[in-house]
Nanobody, 120 residues
Framework: QVQLEESGGTLVQPGGSLRLSCEAS????????MGWYRQAPGKERDMIAT????????NYADSVKGRFTISRDNRKNTVFLQMNSLKPEDTAVYYC?????????????WGQGTQVTVSS
């Protein structure tokens, strides 16, 4: 019954801003690192940003560094992606990811994705 539900994707003009949200349920949210990934048509799914379970540490892909900010609210079981200075190449389906360590490796959960289209 683990669910990750993304929201906020829409059509936006180049240079504009957008905030994506991902609400998690069915898991102990504060024990999971969270991430945002994106996949454009014909491309592989790429990591965009990650954040530790406490929110103390973040990592960003070079392509979005300085433009995007990942954050989380553990009381609301929600992770956010603030996207500024959007470019057409940011157009993709954006996916929310939750990950934690297990004895045999890592446990991953994915949301259904939300479409972001950057176009004038």
């Amino acid at each position: 019954q683990v669910q990750l539900e993304e929201s906020g994707g829409t059509l936006v003009q180049p240079g504009g801003s957008l905030r994506l949200s991902c609400e998690a349920s069915g898991l102990t949210f504060s024990t999971y690192a969270m991430g945002w990934y994106r996949q454009a048509p014909g491309k592989e799914r790429d990591m965009i940003a990650t954040i530790t379970n406490t929110g103390a540490g973040t990592n960003y892909a070079d392509s979005v560094k300085g433009r995007f900010t990942i954050s989380r609210d553990n009381r609301k079981n929600t992770v956010f992606l603030q996207m500024n200075s959007l470019k057409p190449e940011d157009t993709a389906v954006y996916y929310c990811n939750a990950v934690r360590r297990a004895s045999t490796g890592f446990v991953n959960y994915w949301g259904q994705g939300t479409q972001v289209t950057v176009s004038s």
